[in-house]
């Protein structure tokens, strides 16, 4: 699963294995070593969970979780759509846009 962070946006990218496994367990995660401690990583997961109504984040001391809703969830990875798009509101009246994208490859 790639993360990718610009500006006000927020994106997952996930490769068909990826979506075939968060199908079945509705969770993925990813775990980036950013220095010589086991506390200094990035986690970032992608989770399917019934506390939600829309896609969203939620944020703790490094830890990105990006959640869908389970009936969201279940649709997208059973079906051909690529993409889910959502909004959170952050701080200064500002909005980061969501994006989770099935990473379908060139097809050359």
């Not at 500006?7 to 199908?23: I, Y």
């Not at 889910?84 to 969501?98: D, E, K, M, Y």
Request: net charge negative; aromatic share 2%.
């Amino acid at each position: 699963m790639k993360l990718r962070l610009e500006d006000n946006t927020l994106r997952l990218r996930l490769d068909p294995p990826e979506v075939a496994e968060f199908r079945q367990h509705g969770l993925l995660e990813t775990v980036v070593p950013l220095g010589l401690q086991a506390t200094d990583q990035l986690t970032y997961t992608l989770e399917r969970t019934a506390d939600v109504s829309a896609l969203t984040v939620q944020t703790e001391v490094g830890c990105i979780r990006v959640l869908l809703p389970a009936a969201v969830a279940d649709i997208w990875t059973s079906t051909a759509e690529v993409s889910l798009r959502g909004t959170v509101a952050v701080q200064h009246n500002q909005v980061l846009h969501i994006l989770v994208e099935k990473d379908l490859g060139c097809k050359h």
